[in-house]
């Protein structure tokens, strides 16, 4: 099928690369120029493991990126995959949402045949149907016979995009007429995932509900851990045998810094807003952030605990990536950490395998080190941010932590010197 994908960015290079890798024919467009150039020369512009590959195989043939529209109306579907990120008091800013509708309904006008407009950006419940419909077709000047509309939300992690999308649990298609809804289940017809059919808000939330409850889940295992470290309890035991529960289920149970990201925290924060909005008190939306805020400070309370005074201490924070296998810093649990180290005047010299220069774009004043041994030689203390596999090698590699104090946020590594935030 021609496809059509508006925003380069994570989801979009990712579902078009992958829709490419599939045998349709895609067309990515981006406001950015660097962008559409970088890809164009089959170069990926974020970090994702297999990426570059799959644009290697299909850039040059069945996959581009364009700065114009052009290719929509010779679509048959166009994908919505701009971001969504939060206003001030935490709601989803749907700007580039509408600008992107208007552009798509502009580029419609002249189509002589159905196109189908599918949002994949995560949007609060009700936006397909009460925003992108009217702005495409009154941009478009057409029926919904002639453009019909559905909500296909995405389920990928960073770091392991390609594989959740080749792999996926579920595909979700939200539709209001079956006509829209077929034409974007037939994109997928070589997945072999189940496929669910919803009407277009419940395509929506059940996006927000997924990413709610694996935020739960995780604010839930660091309560939890919170108590078993008082208790002198290891948390990961614990887990182990609550996850083998098939109810339960073992993933997304491991205690640690909190929940960071581009998704979790915004799309919690989206829901609580979209919540009081509909006039529910969202009690445990709320509490999910107030655990994930509070879990920085633990750890920095857990250090001062044992370091005294960290004013003038060189403290090595290892990792800053919001998780392994990215440069993403976004809302990463570093951030706070850092600036609450700051604030006590610590000196800090901070590792990443990968995301040192994006961290450096908030914090130019703290020092970068080269690798984790670099950062660990005159180190006070070490707090572990990211569970890079690496780190776990660390102390097999160097006797670099043998006096020191070391606090595990992720649990990595396999020395049993380190106190762990929950274990
Ligand atoms: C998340 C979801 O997992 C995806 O399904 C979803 O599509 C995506 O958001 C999105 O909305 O686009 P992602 O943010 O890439 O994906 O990362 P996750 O692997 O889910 O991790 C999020 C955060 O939770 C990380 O900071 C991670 O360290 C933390 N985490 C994860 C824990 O603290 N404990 C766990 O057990 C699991």
Redesign the pocket.
């Known amino acids: 099928m021609n496809i059509t994908v508006i925003g380069g960015g994570y989801?979009g290079l990712v579902t078009g690369a992958c829709f490419a890798d599939r045998g349709h024919d895609v067309t990515i467009i981006d406001v950015d120029p660097a962008k559409v150039r970088t890809i164009n020369e089959k170069r990926a512009p974020i970090f994702e493991p297999g990426l570059e590959n799959l644009l290697m195989r299909t850039i040059g043939k069945n996959l581009r990126a364009s700065l114009s529209y052009d290719s929509v109306s010779t679509s048959a579907l166009t994908f919505i995959c701009v971001g969504t990120p939060p206003n001030e008091d935490g709601s989803a800013n749907l700007t580039h949402i509408e600008s992107a509708s208007c552009s798509i309904g502009t580029a419609l006008q002249n189509a002589t045949r159905y196109h189908v407009v599918v949002v994949k950006s995560?949007v609060p419940p009700g936006t397909t149907g009460t925003l992108v419909r009217p702005a495409v077709l009154i941009s478009a000047n057409k029926t919904e016979n002639e453009i019909g509309f559905a909500m296909n939300p995405?389920?990928?992690?960073?770091?392991r995009a390609i594989e959740?999308f080749m792999t996926p649990d579920r595909i979700v298609i939200g539709s209001t007429d079956v006509r829209a809804g077929d034409c974007a289940a037939e994109v997928y017809r070589s997945f072999s995932a189940p496929v669910v059919r919803t009407g277009l808000s419940a395509a929506e939330m059940i996006?927000y509900t997924?990413?709610a409850f694996?935020a739960t889940?995780?604010s839930f295992?660091n309560e939890i851990g919170n108590i078993c470290k008082e208790l002198g309890i290891d948390v990961y035991e614990v887990m182990k045998g609550v996850g083998l529960d098939q109810r339960i289920g073992q993933?997304?149970?491991?205690a640690?810094?909190?929940?960071?990201?581009?998704?979790?925290p915004k799309?919690v924060s989206s829901l609580s807003v979209l919540a009081g909005r509909a006039g529910v008190d969202p009690k445990i939306l709320r509490a999910v952030l107030d655990v994930n805020e509070y879990q920085p400070y633990r750890l920095v309370a857990l250090l001062e605990k044992k370091a005294g005074n960290l004013s003038g201490k060189r403290i090595a924070v290892l990792g800053l990536a919001?998780?392994d296998n990215t440069d993403d810093v976004r809302d990463s649990?570093a951030i706070p950490v850092i600036q609450e180290l700051l604030k006590r005047g610590a000196r800090i010299v901070a590792f990443d395998p990968m995301a040192g220069p994006n961290m450096q774009k908030i914090f130019p004043e703290i020092e970068y080190a080269l690798s984790a041994g670099d950062a660990l030689k005159e180190a006070d203390g070490c707090l572990v941010m990211t569970?890079w596999p690496e780190f776990g090698r660390i102390v097999q590699e160097f006797d670099l932590m043998a006096h020191k104090i070391v606090i595990e946020g992720?649990r990595i590594l396999s020395w049993n010197g380190a106190e762990g935030i929950c274990w």
């Open positions: 989801v995560t995405e389920f990928l992690r960073e770091g959740d996006k997924s990413n694996l889940k995780i295992a993933q997304f149970l491991n640690g810094a909190g929940f960071g990201g581009s998704c979790f799309d919001f998780k649990r569970e992720r």
